[in-house]
């Protein structure tokens, strides 16, 4: 057992519009499903514990690329877009802001009895990875979002953010049941209880270790605890800057959408004719399902997928945001019935993006990129937080 990493995000004022709320549902839904159907939920989990991949796919949902915003909005649109599937993708999202915090338990007990495990075991394991983040540990932040998430197999991920009103930040923890090396590592091994499945109980001798490891990082220094996760720490300004993402990777996706030949290549691999705005977001989803973990060391560049909500670094193309889903739902159901080509292809576009860039290196034109996306906006339904008014807003 493990925390598995730690984000530092600056404190953003403002909500999520329902158009952008439902779209990032479905977005979610269907990106974890696709994960799911390639690698697993233990592999699921394991992105989620990852605070650069989770920075990442909320840029790509079209949140604010760094903002607190980013854990309460992607929890919150995940937990609505996957509900309706968990049983079907063994995946429950527990949890959330406030009050949704404050249902956790009884959320863990309802799954738990579902499908076998101690629930009391998983909601004290809920309690615990709260009061370290928000007692333990020392560093001035107070936990009001606690999201659980756990498998059908008993598996579980949390995602927690805290407030520091003195500094203006917010922190979010990410923490990992399984002691997972590889990205695509399978699941743990399990304690074996009744016939009904696979459980978890920590309460029972064989999970000493994992009793044991809670302890000591409860009884850690904060600065050697917080040394040995994953630190993403993200600057406090709003627009995308070149400094922030990795040029050569962008310009790999922006020239299979917009060169000719690599542009027709990406299309077979995909199977399906599409615009080079449509193929540009399916490149960045692809990499954010199949990508490794290397690959999400500057999130913000996930922006260009579907620009943010407050227009950074371009406004939410609203026609290419449907077309991704479409896309994708339609994958998936093709899926169901046992025909993988196009849910494949996903696969073949992010290995033919790596090879585009490290064969040919290509660089991204920073300036004119988002000159060019900003021209198109209004033929593709561009669309910000500031283009409505406030009764219109809808909050997670």
Same mark, same amino acid.
């Given at each position: 057992m493990k925390r598995s990493g730690i984000a530092d995000l600056p404190l953003h004022g403002g909500r999520v519009p329902r158009w952008l709320a439902e779209r990032m549902a479905g977005l979610g839904a269907a990106i974890t499903e696709v994960i799911v159907h390639d690698y697993g939920t233990s592999a699921f989990l394991s992105r989620l514990s990852d605070p650069f991949w989770f920075q990442a796919l909320g840029a790509v949902m079209g949140m604010d690329w760094h903002s607190s915003g980013v854990t309460t909005s992607v929890m919150g649109a995940l937990k609505r877009g996957l509900? &309706?599937?968990?049983?079907?993708?063994?995946?429950?999202?527990?949890?959330?802001? #406030?009050?949704?915090?404050?249902?956790?338990?009884?959320?863990?007990?309802?799954?738990?009895?579902?499908?076998?495990?101690?629930?009391?075991?998983?909601?004290?394991?809920?309690?615990?990875?709260a009061r370290i983040d928000n007692n333990a540990i020392a560093d001035g932040f107070q936990i009001y979002l606690h999201s659980f998430v756990v498998t059908s197999n008993g598996e579980w991920a949390v995602v927690q953010q805290g407030l520091n009103e003195r500094s203006g930040m917010a922190r979010r923890y990410h923490w990992h049941s399984a002691s997972v090396v590889d990205f695509v590592a399978e699941p743990h091994t399990a304690i074996v209880g009744p016939p009904q499945g696979v459980i978890m109980n920590l309460v029972d001798?064989?999970?000493? &270790?994992?009793?044991?490891?809670?302890?000591?990082?409860?009884?850690?220094?904060?600065?050697?605890?917080?040394?040995?996760?994953?630190?993403?720490?993200?600057?406090?300004?709003?627009?995308?800057?070149?400094?922030?993402?990795?040029?050569?990777?962008?310009?790999?996706?922006?020239?299979i959408a917009y060169e000719r030949d690599l542009h027709g290549f990406a299309e077979l691999l995909l199977?399906?004719?599409? #615009?080079?705005?449509?193929?540009?977001?399916?490149?960045?989803?692809?990499?954010?399902i199949h990508g490794a973990p290397s690959h999400f060391?500057? &999130?913000?560049?996930?922006?260009?997928?579907?620009?943010?909500?407050?227009?950074?670094?371009?406004?939410?193309?609203?026609?290419?945001?449907?077309?991704?889903?479409?896309?994708?739902?339609?994958?998936?159901?093709?899926?169901?019935?046992?025909d993988n080509d196009k849910i494949d292809g996903l696969r073949r576009l992010e290995r033919f993006v790596r090879s585009v860039e490290t064969e040919l290196k290509p660089t991204a034109d920073f300036d004119a990129a988002i000159a060019h996306e900003k021209a198109i906006s209004r033929s593709l339904d561009g669309r910000t937080v500031f283009d409505l008014k406030p009764r219109q807003l809808s909050l997670f």
């Open positions: 509900t &309706p599937r968990a049983q079907e993708l063994g995946i429950y999202i527990c949890g959330g802001r #406030g009050r949704f915090a404050r249902n956790t338990p009884q959320e863990l007990r309802t799954v738990a009895e579902r499908h076998g495990f101690d629930g009391d075991a998983l909601v004290r394991t809920s309690r615990l990875t001798a064989q999970a000493r &270790p994992a009793q044991d490891a809670l302890l000591e990082l409860a009884r850690e220094k904060p600065e050697k605890t917080l040394a040995a996760a994953r630190h993403l720490r993200l600057p406090a300004q709003h627009e995308v800057r070149a400094e922030n993402i990795d040029l050569k990777r962008l310009g790999a996706v922006l020239a199977l399906e004719k599409l #615009g080079p705005r449509t193929l540009q977001s399916l490149a960045l989803i692809a990499e954010v060391s500057d &999130p913000a560049r996930f922006s260009f997928a579907h620009g943010g909500k407050d227009g950074h670094p371009f406004p939410v193309p609203l026609k290419t945001y449907d077309e991704s889903i479409d896309w994708l739902r339609n994958s998936l159901d093709g899926a169901k019935i046992g």
